[in-house]
């Protein structure tokens, strides 16, 4: 069955360090990638997302994300930190095939100390 | 992106009785509405596929006699936790699904409790 994978459980940064999650997944044909984050006491917002073309994809908030199909990998990514990015970050996958339905990654839950 | 509402945010009930959620597109027509359920710490899981006008769909493993999903409207899907338990205790989640765009919007959740 495919799977998203987040590496990190919880990292915890000081403002202004950068800032990578790691996203993998496992289907091997067309996938369509997104980022979202759930800030505390909020609903998910989307940060990002991968349908095709450049695979370095920028979203709000001064993240970004690139996709790289030989390594299944879907990381996020951001310079400098602020202790307002603070949140779950969950990545998920959608095949193209299969309608709107995602799979989401188990989440890494984000600490910026300031 | 479409805007998101469920109602209650909040709920308490004791064991044996319904619980209905309702999941509301505030500036979007949704033909496609999903419902999750989140456990604390873990990630999302899809509990089913909210079709306006027709039967949902079901994912594995998901009682559809026992969390009844109606999508009457292109603004409205309902949840309802029949009979609930307090293994049913968990924060559930709906979202809409922007074909165009292709893309889901989330909705602020439901924390069930189940004494």
């Known amino acids: 069955a495919q799977s998203v994978s987040q590496h990190n459980h919880h990292v915890i940064l000081s403002e202004a360090a950068s800032l990578e999650l790691g996203c993998n997944y496992s289907?091997?044909?067309?996938?369509?990638l997104f980022w979202y984050v759930q800030y505390p006491g909020q609903h998910l917002q989307l940060l990002l997302k991968?349908?095709?073309?450049?695979?370095l994809v920028k979203g709000i908030k001064g993240f970004e994300a690139e996709f790289i199909k030989s390594k299944f990998s879907f990381n996020l990514r951001k310079p400098s930190v602020q202790w307002s990015d603070t949140a779950e970050y969950f990545c998920?996958?959608?095949?193209?095939?299969?309608?709107?339905?995602?799979?989401f990654g188990q989440g890494t839950e984000l600490s910026v100390k300031p | 992106g479409a805007v998101v509402s469920q109602h209650p945010s909040r709920v308490i009930c004791k064991s044996g009785t319904s619980v209905k959620i309702e999941c509301r597109s505030l500036?979007?027509?949704?033909?496609?509405m999903f419902w999750y359920r989140q456990f604390p710490k873990q990630s999302l899981m899809l509990m089913a596929t909210?079709?306006?006008?027709?039967?949902?769909?079901?994912e594995q493993g998901v009682e559809k006699d026992k969390f009844l999903i109606n999508h009457a409207s292109l603004t409205l899907s309902t949840l309802t936790v029949t009979s609930a338990h307090p293994e049913d205790s968990s924060f559930y989640i709906c979202?809409?699904?922007?074909?165009?765009?292709?893309?889901?919007?989330f909705g602020p959740g439901t924390r069930l409790t189940v004494l």
């Open positions: 979202s809409v699904w922007d074909r165009d765009a292709d893309t889901q919007y």
């Open positions: 289907y091997g044909g067309t996938v369509n």
């Open positions: 991968y349908f095709s073309g450049d695979p």
């Open positions: 998920a996958v959608k095949r193209p095939t299969q309608g709107g339905k995602l799979i």
């Open positions: 500036d979007f027509q949704a033909t496609t």
């Open positions: 909210s079709n306006e006008g027709s039967k949902a769909t079901y």
